[in-house]
């Protein structure tokens, strides 16, 4: 089974001008988004872990949880953005968690000077094009009763994200926008995590899971889809076109669309959002090789 991509090679992200994360837009909708955090945590079998790594953890509140959750567990989030990793330690004065700015694509579990019994990476992976060739080494990495616990949304072909697609189909800076926007298409179908975890020999246990979200919706103020995908998907289109008539001409284009696509309603605007989980436990002694065929990530570079 192949990834939703032929074309994975954009690497980090780096290549396409995104706009930076803005810890406080992220956190508008917090409830939503924490929601499918805590459902992936709470599938996590490993007891009592003594190190925690959070990949991706983003302006740490949730990060946070994991250490209220393993008082004695020393507690590691890693983040590429220093805008996030700046509002996670201003989340956490006492310095509870340890806070490392790196790509997910150089950070390995071996800089975290002892073994990580539990890598947890909610909604990051997406933004990370490679990561069908990463996970295999950071699930090898775990020590036996470790655990690997992620969450993607895979929403790709929702029309929150199709109608963006579109909306740069035709504008006239189309060919500087399509780069950024195609890169969630990394998101692969939840039988390829599966696949690849239990070819590792792990145990796992995959879901997925669609959320109805119902989003307040105020008279006269802004479509709450674009609210929503300002703070993620979005960036890749905000990182491109001026802070002038050019983006306010785009955003007005794609709300349009949206309007009709998701109609406001007297008790707000249903926004279904479907997300993959995959929670892998490494049980026994570490297997080394993977045990049958895996799928096929060869069009994936490393
Ligand atoms: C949607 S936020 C999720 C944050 C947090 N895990 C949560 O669930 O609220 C995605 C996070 O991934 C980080 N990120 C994106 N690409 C990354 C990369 N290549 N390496 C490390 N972190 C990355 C972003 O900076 C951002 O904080």
Redesign the pocket.
Known sequence: MKPQTDDLSRG???ATPDAA?D?MQ?SHF?DH??R??HELVARIPTLSPRRIV??????????LTLAARWPDAVVIG????P???AKARELDPDGRVQWVE??????EPAAADGPVDVL?????L???PTHLRLIPAWFEELPAGGTFAM?V?ANFDAPSHRLMRDVAARHPRAAELAPGLDRARSVALLETYAALLLDLGADVDAWQTTYLQVLASEEGAEHPVLEWVR??GLRPVLGVLREDEERDAFLADYERELEAAYPRRPFGVLFPFTRLFAVAHKTGEPTGTPRGNSPDTSEIPS
């Open positions: 980090t992200g780096a994360w810890p992220y917090a988004r924490s499918p955090f959070d990949l991706g953890c983003g302006p740490g509140e949730l990060t890693v983040d590429s953005s805008e996030m990793l790196a790509l997910a694509e150089e950070w947890v990476t909610n909604a990051t997406q933004w990370v969450q949304p703070g993620t």
